[in-house]
Structure formats: C-alpha cells, structure tokens
C-alpha cells in the first residue's frame, strides 16, 4: 500500500470520511486544519486517516477509514502505524475517540482507554448506529509516541 498526504481538496474524499463520521458538520469542523493521508492499492484510495494537532505535545486521530470492500485486509491498521511513525518526532502521545465498536481494533494497535465523553454521539441527528444499537458515548484512548527529540 502506498501512503500519500492530501494537500487541499480533502472534502474530494466525503464519501469515505463519512464512513468513519457520518456527520459532515463534524467533519468540517477539523479537516481543514488537520493532515489527511490516504493510503492506495492499485491505483485506488482503499482508506484514508485525518490527524489534528491538540496541543503542544499531543494529536488526535479524528477520523480512519476503509472502503467497505476492502476492510479486513489491514490497510487502516498499516496507515495508522505509518500515523505513529510519521508524528513520534513530532508529539509524544496520540489521542483517538470511539464508539463501543473500535475499541478492540485500538487496543491492538496499542492505544489504551483514557476516559469518555458521556453521551457525545446523542449530539449527532441522525443517530449513529453500531450492530442495532444507538451509539451514546465515545470513548477515548491514547498511544504514546516516541518522545520528542531536542
């Protein structure tokens, strides 16, 4: 897989953004201001990662999605590999939220649960979804990264 950082047009890319948040007043809250990257299979964006600066020492993973026919074959967990090698210079910790849902995918990537925002997906209309159920409350995790050097 390929890895390539978007430079403008981001939005070009909605339909996959939307898989991982389904509300695009959401995502126009942070794309503009955050790096995307996409990985590519065969000439084909098969996923794609946003990663916004949250401060001094840390970003946060805002958004990681797969093609639907393409998930399963690790293309979101290279892309967020590459994610921590392309930030550890920069950041010592990445932060990411999620539904119920992601959590195991995370914890296998290293991230380990930090905290939760009660109730953050009743803000979205209309509801968000998982396996039949409304989703209620994200919840966060963080991956430490390799301290900064100098």
Do not use: H, W
Not at 21 to 31: G, V
Not at 62 to 81: C, D, F, I, P
């Amino acid at each position: 897989m390929q890895i390539q950082k978007v430079e403008g047009r981001k939005k070009a890319y909605l339909d996959l953004l939307l898989l991982a948040d389904p509300s695009e007043d959401m995502i126009d809250r942070y794309l503009e201001r955050s790096d995307m990257y996409v990985g590519i299979v065969g000439g084909r964006v098969v996923c794609e990662a946003v990663v916004m600066k949250t401060g001094e020492t840390e970003c946060e993973l805002k958004n990681l999605a797969t093609l639907q026919g393409e998930q399963g074959k690790g293309y979101a967990s290279r892309l967020v590999r590459f994610l921590f090698s392309r930030y550890q210079e920069q950041f010592t910790a990445m932060t990411v939220g999620t539904s119920e849902g992601g959590v195991a995918f995370y914890r296998r990537l290293g991230f380990a649960e930090s905290g939760m925002r009660a109730g953050f997906f009743t803000n979205y209309d209309p509801p968000v979804y998982e396996n039949g159920r409304i989703c209620q409350d994200m919840i966060l995790l963080e991956k430490s990264l390799s301290r900064r050097r100098g």
